[in-house]
């Protein structure tokens, strides 16, 4: 039972390059989450999706794109990536009322 | 709309004392509060949660926390720190009907041997 999991763990990017940050569990969760960490921020949702098919904006969803894949699975795509975008991703996954996170990805953009 | 106030940054305790890490919210409705904490380099790692009922809940560690609703706060607490304990340590609100938590600016708690 590995709970939630992301790759890759670090990533450098170029300006304007895009990726996809992947997330999945194995709790069996309707509910997945993306947010980001900056520092003195604390974590600021990015995109949410309550159950499978459905995905919804949070807080700060300019940039970014999001695919719940099937149940486990819910990626994070940056088209066209910007150097505000340097954060660390946190995936995490509910049954509610509680969230588990997942180790994180550390995205630097040059 | 939600909010969480962690007032501040950094707490230090010398270890064996007796630890507070403060937290106050804003919700409509009932609250559920949460604590995690991040050791550096990792993820969150969830501690301890109020819904309803009793004011003090038990979590990991050794850790509680006091729901205090005219006050509205959520204050982490410790009998006895660890030079172990120190990590950020985020609080966090949701209201019943919404799926979304809304979390703290985290205060790094720094224990001295």
């Known amino acids: 039972n590995a709970g939630v999991t992301q790759t890759p763990k670090f990533q450098v990017l170029k300006t304007g390059q895009s990726m996809t940050l992947q997330c999945a569990q194995d709790?069996?969760?309707?509910?997945m989450y993306w947010y980001r960490q900056d520092p003195g921020m604390g974590l600021r949702l990015i995109y949410y999706?309550?159950?499978?098919?459905?995905?919804d904006k949070g807080e700060v969803p300019n940039g970014y794109n999001v695919s719940r894949l099937n149940k486990r699975e819910f990626s994070l795509r940056l088209e066209s990536a910007a150097p505000s975008q340097t954060s660390v991703y946190f995936c995490?996954?509910?049954?509610?009322?509680?969230?588990?996170f997942g180790p994180g990805t550390r995205l630097t953009v040059l | 709309a939600q909010s969480v106030a962690q007032p501040e940054d950094q707490v230090n305790v010398a270890e064996g004392n007796p630890l507070t890490v403060k937290c106050t919210y804003s919700?409509?409705?009932?609250?559920?509060l949460f604590w995690y904490v991040q050791y550096p380099n990792r993820g969150l790692q969830f501690l301890l949660k109020y819904i309803t009922g009793d004011n003090l809940v038990k979590g990991s560690y050794g850790f509680e926390a006091e729901f205090n609703k005219s006050q509205t706060s959520f204050h982490l607490k410790k009998p006895s720190a660890l030079v172990s304990d120190s990590a950020l340590y985020f609080c966090a609100v949701r209201n019943t009907g919404f799926q979304k938590l809304v979390f703290g600016t985290g205060t790094r708690l720094l224990v001295s041997p």
């Open positions: 709790m069996n969760h309707n509910s």
């Open positions: 919700v409509s409705g009932n609250p559920y």
């Open positions: 995490a996954s509910s049954e509610a009322p509680t969230q588990y």
């Open positions: 999706s309550a159950s499978e098919g459905t995905t």
